[in-house]
C-alpha cells in the first residue's frame, strides 16, 4: 500500500514557475514507477510523464516535454514536477500516481493516487 500527498499547487502568470512535490508513505516508495497526471474541467485525464523506480529514465507527453521535469529522491520517498514556461492550456488539477513495474501512459494501469493539487496559469 502507498498513499500519495501531493503539494506544490498554485496560481502563476503565463511564463511562470512551479514546483510540485508528492510525498508517498511506506517502505517500498522506491519499488514504484511514478507518474503525473492532469485533469482539466471537462476532461479526460491526461498523462504528463512518469519516472523509473530508480529514476533512471522519465517520458513525457509531448506538449510539456522540454518544459516539465520529473525527479524523484527515493530517501525522501518523494517525487517533482518542475513545471516552467507554464502556459494558460497547463491549468488543471495534478495528480501524482504509482505502479509496479513499466511505465504506462495510461491512468487504468496506475494503483495507486494522490488527492491532487490545483494549478492556475492566467494568461
Known amino acids: 500500500q502507498v498513499q500519495l500527498v501531493e503539494s506544490g499547487g498554485g496560481l502563476v502568470q503565463a511564463g511562470g514557475s512551479l514546483r510540485l512535490s508528492c510525498v508517498g508513505s511506506?517502505?517500498?516508495?522506491?519499488?514504484?514507477?511514478m507518474a503525473w497526471f492532469r485533469q482539466a474541467p471537462g476532461k479526460e485525464r491526461e498523462f504528463v510523464g512518469a519516472i523509473n523506480w530508480s529514476g533512471g529514465r522519465t517520458y513525457y507527453v509531448d506538449s510539456v516535454n522540454g518544459r516539465f521535469t520529473i525527479s524523484r529522491d527515493n530517501a525522501k520517498n518523494t517525487v517533482y514536477l518542475q513545471m516552467n514556461r507554464l502556459k494558460p492550456e497547463d491549468t488543471a488539477v495534478y495528480y501524482c500516481a504509482a505502479k509496479m513495474w513499466d511505465v504506462s501512459g495510461s491512468h487504468y494501469d496506475y494503483e495507486y493516487w494522490g488527492q491532487g493539487t490545483q494549478v492556475t496559469v492566467s494568461s
Open positions: 511506506g517502505r517500498t516508495f522506491s519499488s514504484y514507477t
